[in-house]
């Protein structure tokens, strides 16, 4: 699945890689581009050396290893496992962060590119999740415990945790500068907007990959505000001993997660709690649509074949949505 920002006369940007997908940053401004683009950049390479768990040296890398003890890391990564464990509470624990020993048990121990490459890692001990509230952190001491015998990934929240805070430090340079100036910010398709939106919204392509719908449909909308995500497992997907693989791990049983559907988007507020719900709903299968809506979570569920089924509002978040 991609998210692609169309080009229109109002809208530069620009695209580099990060989080091992693409990023991109549009503007209505054109003259704020370039320190729009340096600092998420910045910010991209901030947030990797805080939670990617690709990376040994990384601050979440050093918690896993020390699992049980508290220890020193930036507080960068702080926020973003307490992001990530307040959004587990609004999930009933569906988007857990400490379900990284069975992300790595499925073979997702490299980055997704080398899982491609080489193949996946070695089947190891069978962990499921449900120790979010376990998981300590300390903002007096800057310490983060993990659980003994569990370790964190942050797959399912940190980039919409990202997007979110380059959203608003973005924004406050934009006001400091007394432009009102759109802002449109993505990562891997995790994307937020603020400020003045271009003419009828944010022109976003959704494309997706369905074998059984004959092609990879598109389709169109126009953000006019708040966040959208996704979840799915039509591309993120390998195979080991002849069984498919894929990352979204269902928690409940520490094995990747079969659903109704397809693909998941989600229209929220913010672009963290458009990530967290999308994997939810994913997991929640034929559940998805009434517990989306009883939360005012707005979003497409598409089915294999193509179908979709559309929850709530839409033109809250959405201009011209149909």
Request: proline content about 4%.
């Amino acid at each position: 699945m991609r998210f692609t920002v169309r080009p229109a006369e109002e809208i530069v940007g620009s695209v580099f890689g990060g989080f091992g997908t693409v990023v991109g940053v549009w503007t209505t401004e054109p003259g704020l581009l370039p320190e729009l683009e340096t600092y998420l950049r910045v910010w991209v390479e901030t947030v990797e050396a805080a939670a990617s768990r690709f990376r040994a040296d990384s601050d979440i890398s050093r918690a896993n290893a020390g699992a049980g003890s508290p220890v020193s890391v930036s507080s960068d990564l702080l926020d973003a496992v307490d992001a990530a464990c307040m959004m587990a509470d609004a999930t009933y624990g569906l988007c857990d962060p400490t379900v990284g020993g069975a992300v790595i048990s499925a073979g997702y121990d490299r980055t997704f590119t080398d899982v491609v490459s080489r193949g996946a890692g070695p089947v190891t001990a069978h962990l499921r999740g449900g120790a979010w509230k376990q998981v300590v952190v300390d903002r007096r001491a800057g310490t983060l415990t993990v659980p003994a015998g569990f370790l964190l990934d942050l797959g399912g929240s940190a980039k919409g945790w990202a997007v979110d805070q380059a959203i608003r430090a973005t924004r406050r340079r934009v006001l400091v500068s007394h432009l009102d100036a759109g802002i449109c910010i993505s990562a891997g398709g995790d994307m937020a907007v603020a400020g003045r939106a271009p003419h009828g919204g944010w022109p976003v392509t959704i494309r997706e990959r369905l074998e059984e719908a004959g092609g990879v449909p598109e389709r169109q909308v126009r953000l006019a505000s708040g966040g959208m995500a996704t979840s799915g497992a039509s591309v993120r997907r390998w195979e080991r001993d002849g069984e498919q693989q894929h990352h979204i791990i269902d928690p409940r049983t520490g094995e990747p997660g079969q659903s109704t559907w397809a693909l998941v988007t989600t229209f929220a507020d913010t672009c963290l709690l458009a990530d967290t719900m999308a994997t939810a709903a994913f997991l929640l299968n034929d559940a998805a649509p009434r517990w989306l809506a009883g939360r005012g979570i707005g979003a497409r569920l598409l089915r294999a074949d193509g179908s979709e089924v559309l929850i709530g509002d839409l033109s809250r978040w959405l201009l011209g949505n149909r």
